[in-house]
């Protein structure tokens, strides 16, 4: 895998996420290739279970950014102005705060959302 392409990791068994993957894709002018962590060697990418279990991940050229700030960058590769600002915007607090807490409840809610199902909820921490 040439890792200095653009990479957007995602949770495949989580209908929640896969959907919106898709939406993106139709909505942003340019997107990076998507693959579920699922059909990706992990040690490859330079991640874990862990990782990828708690968050989505925008790799590209050595750069690793994980939950919003993997949207932020999604949004910071658009040709169009307005994406760019949005995302540059997500990444400066306090509005980055708010982003990083958003991302977290959408994330550890996903199954209970429009579209999730039980697959999308996230492990229980081990004791």
Not at 4 to 11: P, T
Not at 16 to 44: H, S, Y
Not at 82 to 102: D, E, H, I, K, Q
């Amino acid at each position: 895998m040439d890792l200095n392409r653009a990479l957007l990791v995602y949770d495949g068994d989580c209908a929640f996420c896969t959907t919106w993957v898709e939406r993106l894709k139709n909505v942003l002018a340019v997107f990076p290739e998507a693959q579920p962590w699922q059909w990706l060697d992990l040690d490859e990418v330079g991640l874990t279970n862990s990782d990828v279990t708690t968050a989505a991940w925008f790799l590209s050229g050595g750069q690793r950014h994980r939950g919003h700030a993997a949207f932020a960058a999604l949004l910071r590769m658009q040709p169009a102005f307005g994406w760019r600002f949005f995302g540059n915007l997500l990444l400066t607090p306090p509005f980055s705060w708010a982003a990083r807490v958003g991302y977290f409840l959408i994330a550890r809610y996903r199954h209970r959302l429009p579209g999730g199902t039980p697959a999308c909820a996230l492990p229980r921490p081990q004791s």
